[in-house]
């Protein structure tokens, strides 16, 4: 096992890997911009080293920064968490060259899977379904256009590199799709660097459902059932929850065996998350594959009693996993709602500033993912996480019952927050009864 790990990561996401390295034994490094000097990853870690200021640019996607700060503190890995560097083949690939054990999937497979396009034609090759769409990525606005008409609108543009919502267009009929095919080429450019683009059909009020995979280097594969994250607003996750309310155990069962295909098919090591949509008539397609611990593995967690970002650890050190599928059980139901510094009421503008008052809820079946303390600045150069609400119950309406209690106890003061919303809609007839698709919020 290793003796020692940098994080090139922040907030919550670096917290809940320092968390588990402690109980590991392993000694740990945090990497800070100066925006984030009085962090609490900055706190906890045993060593901290300031890569840069406060532009991500130039700290925390500062590949020659993080590496320096690796060789400088005797670290032997790297965990990238999410976000920033999580996904990038080239970084994978340096720290490789470089003799530094990057924990997460080889460069190759980053590279396989986080091309979209080129992804979903693997998946199409190893029988994985997928929504009908363009061949690979699309060279120009009229294959783009001779696609859409062959598969029949309403189609999605989507970004081939990138995530998090951006690069994607959803167009009704043919008379947008011009504009839209440009815009989204423009918003991929600017946000990825890439303005490559697919096309899929649009599946209307579809379910959002991903699965957690675990892969060692020895061949094993195995998945940790379902999480459901249909709530979203502008493609962004909202809510979560484990197992999906929707799923019947053959269709779970289907999937769960797709998405240990999909991994197998690239050969796939470490901790991944294969994502579906699902129709109404319980059809579903592989959309992409996540090359990285998610933001909402806790409630995975929750379920299956396996500590994910711990395995993550084991398998880069090469150990075996030590359990099969058959000794993955789902026991009870989990739910999480992200809370945000945001403001509901203009739009969910992001709302930096100091915390000045905090107050987390606890108790049974209680678990709050977090980065942040009383008098913490929320900084305007990163995302607005407060942290993840986790609860925990026995059956999906013990679950949601201490989300209400925990979400009432919950204060923040000092920055607009989205603690009110969650709870509207915790309370929305379609969520208590399971009843929900991708356009839940918008039907609002």
């Known amino acids: 096992m290793f003796k020692k790990i940098l994080i090139a990561n922040r907030g919550e996401i670096a917290v809940r890997i320092i968390r588990a390295c402690r109980e590991m034994n392993i000694e740990t490094v945090a990497v800070y911009s100066e925006a984030d000097r009085e962090s609490l990853h900055v706190e906890l870690a045993d060593e901290a080293v300031c890569i840069g200021p406060g532009d991500v640019r130039k700290s925390y996607l500062n590949v020659n920064n993080i590496l320096s700060a690796t060789i400088l503190t005797g670290a032997e890995a790297i965990h990238p968490g999410f976000g920033f560097l999580s996904e990038n083949s080239k970084f994978a690939r340096i720290c490789e060259e470089c003799n530094i054990k990057f924990i997460g999937p080889d460069y190759d497979a980053i590279d396989s899977m986080g091309n979209k396009s080129n992804a ?16 690979g990525s699309l060279s120009c606005f009229d294959e783009c256009k001779a696609v859409a008409k062959e598969i029949g609108y309403p189609v999605m543009i989507k970004a081939a590199h990138g995530g998090g919502g951006r690069g994607i267009r959803i167009v ?5 799709l011009e504009k839209e095919f440009y815009n989204a080429k423009a918003e991929a450019q600017a946000a990825f660097g890439n303005g490559e ?10 379910r959002h459902i991903e699965i957690q995979i675990l892969a060692d280097s020895f061949g094993n594969v195995v998945h940790l059932g379902e999480r459901d994250c249909s709530i979203q607003r502008r493609n962004q996750k909202v809510i979560e929850e484990a197992p999906s309310p929707s799923l019947s155990k053959i269709l779970r069962k289907k999937m769960g065996e797709a998405a240990v295909n999909a991994a197998k098919a690239v050969g796939y090591k470490n901790a991944g998350t294969v994502e579906f949509l699902v129709d ?10 996540n090359t990285r611990i998610q933001v909402e593995h806790g409630i995975t967690e929750m379920i299956t009693g396996v500590d994910i970002v711990k395995e993550q650890l084991k398998i880069a050190a090469g150990l075996p996993l030590e359990f099969k599928q058959r000794d993955v059980e789902i026991k009870g139901h989990a739910i999480e709602c992200r809370i945000n510094a945001e403001d509901p009421q203009n739009d969910f503008r992001p709302s930096p500033g100091k915390i000045e008052k905090l107050f ?44 209400r209690r925990a979400l ?5 003061q000092g920055v607009e927050n989205n603690v009110d919303f969650q709870y509207r809609l915790i309370n929305e007839k379609e969520f208590l009864d399971g009843k929900y698709h991708t356009g839940f919020i918008n039907s609002l």
Do not use: C, Q
């Open 120 to 135: 979903i034609a693997l998946m199409k090759k190893h029988n994985v379904p997928v929504v009908p769409g363009s061949e």
């Open 172 to 176: 009704w009929d043919p008379i947008e």
């Open 197 to 206: 683009l697919y096309l899929e059909k649009y599946v209307v009020e579809p």
């Open 280 to 289: 109404k008539f319980d059809n579903f397609y592989f959309i992409e594959m």
């Open 360 to 403: 987390m809820p606890g108790g049974p079946g209680i678990r709050v993912d977090s980065g942040v303390y009383e008098g913490y600045t929320i900084s305007p150069f990163y995302d607005s996480m407060i942290g993840k609400l986790i609860t925990y119950g026995k059956d999906r309406e013990e679950a949601i019952s201490r989300m």
């Open 408 to 412: 009432g106890e919950f204060v923040i």
